[in-house]
């Protein structure tokens, strides 16, 4: 199915230099903002109080937050939990704050002195007095620099998978330039968050996990056109291969990005504040991974010298040169 039909083929790699050239300095941005400024880790990751909280009727999640600001929690999470009458309260664990002897135990001491789980539920009483409080739990910084160290080797796993199942269907350069790309999409996905201090969370984690495998389709895609684009244009140049490969892919990609991102802005619009980072991920790595397989993997395959070549094999057949499709 083809909406969009381009008549001609469009020149990327002419202008696959100063792509590249723009990929590298955004690049070397996010770099320097997660080096200087770092990620916001959220509760997962840094430790600190669980509440579970229920309602007898559906909660009001901005007046929950609204009470906890003015009790001194402005950083607390607040979301849903099951239903829109359970509640779960998150609150990072603070400098100063005194940690319970146990993972099981009560959450610590906030700077008043106070026990942080009766300050919460006072604030929530003082608007509703059938607030009830269902569980506490504390999640400790052991946990959360387990949780950091598993998802690095999450990321590290899928990038060498990636790796792998481009090198053994297509050729080196490929698997190369994809995992260039598709790293390039997650380190920007990651300098955002540094820059603007937004929460780093589980689900942002997965959403980062998600443009991974989304973004490595989208090359593959484009990846597999240039192949039979070798077999089939014979008398053309590699960059004209290239272009004729992305330009044909092109009404696939506006169709299936587009649907896809309808999808995610509705989350990241009517999804509140649970789903809005992980939304917000979903957007940019989207939006990259478009950027990245057209104008970021496709110029790297002709900087690693990709040629027909690497697809055809030629033999001499009773002293004549043939040419043999390789597998």
Do not use: C
């Amino acid at each position: 199915m083809e909406f969009f039909k381009f008549k001609r083929d469009i020149p990327f790699m002419s202008y696959g230099r100063h792509t590249t050239t723009i990929s590298l300095v955004t690049f070397l941005f996010a770099v320097f903002f997660l080096a200087t400024k770092g990620l916001n880790f959220g509760v997962d990751f840094t430790g600190g109080t669980v509440i579970e909280v229920h309602y007898a009727q559906p909660a009001d999640l901005p007046k929950v937050r609204a009470q906890l600001a003015t009790a001194g929690l402005p950083d607390a999470l607040v979301q849903t939990f099951g239903s829109s009458h359970d509640v779960l309260i998150q609150v990072p664990l603070r400098h100063g704050e005194a940690q319970p002897s146990s993972a099981g135990g009560a959450a610590g001491q906030n700077k008043a002195g106070a026990d942080l789980p009766e300050q919460v539920m006072a604030a929530l009483h003082a608007q509703d007095a059938g607030a009830e409080k269902r569980r506490v739990e504390f999640v400790g910084p052991q946990v959360g620099r387990d949780l950091v160290e598993n998802g690095a080797m999450a990321l590290l796993l899928v990038s060498l998978g990636i790796v792998g199942y481009l090198w053994l269907r297509f050729e080196w350069k490929f698997g190369l330039a994809a995992i260039i790309a598709n790293l390039h999409d997650v380190v920007i996905i990651l300098g955002f968050f540094a820059f603007f201090q937004w929460e780093f969370s589980l689900p942002v984690l997965a959403a980062v996990l998600a443009v991974l495998g989304y973004s490595v389709n989208e090359s593959v895609v484009v990846f597999d056109r240039i192949r039979e684009n070798f077999r089939s244009l014979r008398k053309a140049e590699v960059a004209e291969v290239i272009d004729n490969a992305i330009t044909r892919t092109m009404s696939r990609t506006i169709i299936t990005h587009g649907s896809t991102q309808m999808m995610v802005l509705a989350m990241l619009l009517l999804g509140g504040e649970t789903l809005y980072y992980f939304a917000m991920a979903l957007t940019i790595g989207i939006l990259f991974s478009i950027y990245s397989s057209v104008l970021v993997a496709s110029p790297l395959l002709m900087l690693f010298g990709v040629s027909r070549e690497d697809f055809i094999k030629p033999e001499k057949a009773e002293g004549e040169e043939a040419e043999e499709l390789l597998p």
